[in-house]
């Protein structure tokens, strides 16, 4: 089989390898009517697992829908992107004129959605409900459909800066499960995302819109696919190499998520690697560490705002304990140069990061100690803002 | 709170077995929160629980080097070879004054079976201690003493204070064991409500005099104008308050904030609101 290398994008076709459990659960599940909830770190593959699913679900006959959410910070924006993507995907009843009119209709009304400073919307609640209601008729219930939304998480934890009282995030939440518990439905969800929903919802006690969904995880590759991955790339562009050397080389990584395996990849094409050796795997490894591949994981922890200060100084001095550290190491970390009155404050935020940090795959917590979760994440780190 | 923390380290320290690396200990409160009168307690609590320790205290400020501490060590001569433990207050001093090579010989000396178990206190966690590189980083077990509550500050006072009047004047202070007695001290000597707080003022007259004076000037005109303004005012307001323009004011209300001069409220659409943080400091500018 010739794989390509892709990084970054989510990989689809032939070039998504392996999640062979993870693939036969989600089918087993949505076989079963199940809707699912898929939280996992960035970059360990979650949307290239819900495309392989949407893949194989419309090779079924179902009809399939991908809503990417991640860009989306307004109620307008949520809803035009939720109209062209069901509408694209075929999920509305059949077309009639006046389903046509209505769906027109609907569209005017989006966009009359005022949009005011810092996005708030100025237009009387009685109306969005009536919208939202005449989406929910216009969708069809009674064929196989898989319906992915991805991020929507973050898109919500966006709304939520400019909806004081939660009014919104509340309402699209439970707009949400209220399509998902029409009954007979046989259209089934896919919610993914690199910020755990029922921690967010949890947070707003609004965790009785999500009790319905099952979650679902993913982590990093088997020891097996992640060889049959590399091997893959490395017979694709025809490069020599041996078991020890593969085996050596997810040693390495450790962590054994398709995008550092890919990573090392491009590195060693970079190379101009004929045949691999351990040589040639410690130098990519090395280049990767000051290599601005990583880079997105630094330029990432902008999104954490007010935290992102205290992310920062956390991962620091992770990085040049491998072994990890213990919780009141790192809060002594945190409170350095702080008022000692202000202990409280900066345990809560302390817990608020250490969440984040875990649930992004920066790092990971083993009884009671936390380390970077990534033997190569960790040594750019340190390259980068210790050395 | 003060006992909780109290306790847990007597305990640890009881536990210590005499031929074992011990755990140093380090406790961290802000000035007056009680420091050196824990460290007094538990050092006669201490030696009272066991025969086995020898307390020493030392007091920070008059320690300059490792020497200091050998010294004093030296000068505690026990023929029945207790353990001894040094109780050394205010290590803040000697962060800042010896350097990380007499500090990792230190580390190095009381990181030893038997040696000296060490508790220290701190007004603060010192970079020292948090920075990879030095000395102590990840030495102390650390314990923060955390500030009173209203109801504990008022269960300090005596049983017949005027607990409304006492609550007003608590406000203006840090909650702190010293902040209850400079309290009850006004209290004592004032006869009116609004005697008070003149009563306060003036008693922290000069230490908000030096703190204002220590100011840049754009600060200080910043301060004076949000004193009147309990609430604040936003930047609009400020302009108009200083006859400054934004770009004039904006680095410095970020400065203040990010150093805890000023707070900042972000709420409505009407942007952000800027007030003085320190309720004390604001009555100080406007006596």
């Keep these: 089989m010739c794989i390509s290398n892709r990084i970054g994008p989510p990989v689809e076709g032939d070039n998504f390898y392996g999640r062979s459990k993870e693939i036969a659960l989600a089918n087993r599940l949505l076989d079963s009517m199940h809707s699912l909830l898929l939280s996992a770190p960035r970059r360990i593959g979650k949307s290239s697992l819900a495309k392989k699913l949407i893949q194989e679900k419309q090779t079924q006959g179902w009809t399939c829908v991908y809503i990417d959410l991640e860009e989306i910070s307004t109620e307008q924006g949520f809803l035009k992107l939720m109209i062209e993507a069901l509408e694209k995907g075929g999920v509305w009843k059949q077309i009639t004129g006046t389903v046509s009119q209505e769906i027109k209709t609907i569209r005017e009304r989006v966009e009359k959605i005022s949009i005011g400073p810092v996005g708030v919307n100025l237009t009387p609640r009685a109306n969005d409900e009536n919208l939202y209601n005449d989406l929910k008729e216009l969708i069809q219930h009674d064929k196989d459909t898989f319906i992915v939304v991805d991020e929507l998480s973050l898109f919500l934890g966006n709304l939520l800066r400019s909806d004081e009282n939660n009014a919104k995030v509340k309402f699209i939440l439970n707009w949400l499960r209220s399509l998902r518990q029409v009954s007979q439905t046989k259209v089934r969800w896919l919610f993914c995302g690199s910020v755990g929903l029922k921690n967010f919802t949890s947070a707003l006690n609004l965790g009785y819109t999500v009790n319905d969904l099952t979650e679902f995880s993913l982590d990093e590759l088997s020891r097996e696919e992640a060889y049959g991955l590399l091997s893959s790339l490395c017979r694709s562009e025809s490069i020599g190499y041996s078991d020890d050397i593969i085996h050596y080389a997810l040693d390495k990584l450790y962590w054994k998520i398709p995008y550092f395996i890919q990573v090392l990849f491009s590195k060693l094409v970079e190379m101009n690697c004929k045949d691999i050796d351990k040589k040639a795997i410690d130098i990519a490894y090395r280049q990767l560490c000051s290599d601005s591949y990583l880079r997105t994981w630094s330029e990432r922890l902008s999104e954490y705002r007010e935290l992102e200060i205290p992310a920062r100084k956390i991962l620091k001095t992770l990085s040049q304990k491998p072994e990890g550290l213990k919780r009141d190491v790192l809060l002594s970390v945190l409170m350095s140069g702080e008022k000692p009155s202000q202990v409280e404050l900066v345990d809560l935020q302390l817990s608020r990061v250490l969440d984040m940090l875990e649930n992004d795959g920066y790092l990971i917590k083993k009884e009671s100690i936390r380390t970077f979760r990534s033997p190569l994440l960790r040594d750019y780190w340190y390259e980068r803002y210790v050395q | ?287």
């Design chain 2, 1 to 287: 709170m003060y006992n909780d923390i109290h306790s847990r380290i007597l305990k640890e320290i009881l536990r210590e077995n005499p031929r074992d690396i011990a755990q140093p200990h380090l406790i961290v409160g802000e000035n007056g929160s009680g420091k050196t009168t824990l460290l007094k307690q538990l050092g006669q609590a201490i030696q009272n629980s066991s025969g086995a320790f020898k307390t020493l205290m030392l007091d920070g400020r008059k320690v300059f080097g490792n020497q200091d501490i050998s010294d004093a060590l030296s000068s505690i001569s026990d023929s029945h070879k207790k353990r001894i433990v040094l109780l050394l207050d205010d290590i803040d001093y000697y962060l800042e004054r010896c350097d990380n090579t007499e500090q990792f010989a230190l580390r190095a000396k009381v990181m030893q079976a038997g040696a000296p178990i060490l508790i220290a206190s701190a007004n603060s966690v010192k970079p020292q201690l948090t920075n990879y590189e030095s000395a102590f980083f990840d030495a102390f077990r650390i314990h923060y003493l955390r500030p009173l509550t209203s109801e504990e500050n008022l269960s300090l006072l005596p049983p017949d204070t005027d607990q409304e009047r006492a609550g007003k004047l608590m406000a203006y202070l840090p909650r702190t064991i010293q902040s209850v007695q400079t309290c009850k001290s006004i209290l004592e000597q004032s006869t009116s409500a609004q005697q008070d707080l003149d009563l306060l003022v003036q008693r922290f007259s000069e230490s908000c005099k030096m703190r204002f004076d220590s100011y840049p000037h754009q600060a200080q005109r910043i301060l004076c104008a949000l004193a009147p303004y309990e609430q604040g005012l936003p930047l609009q307001g400020l302009r108009e308050s200083t006859r400054q323009t934004s770009g004039q004011l904006s680095p410095y209300l970020k400065l203040m904030v990010d150093k805890n001069l000023l707070l900042k409220d972000v709420k409505g659409l009407r942007g952000a609101t800027y007030r003085m943080s320190d309720p004390l400091l604001r009555q100080w500018l406007l006596h």
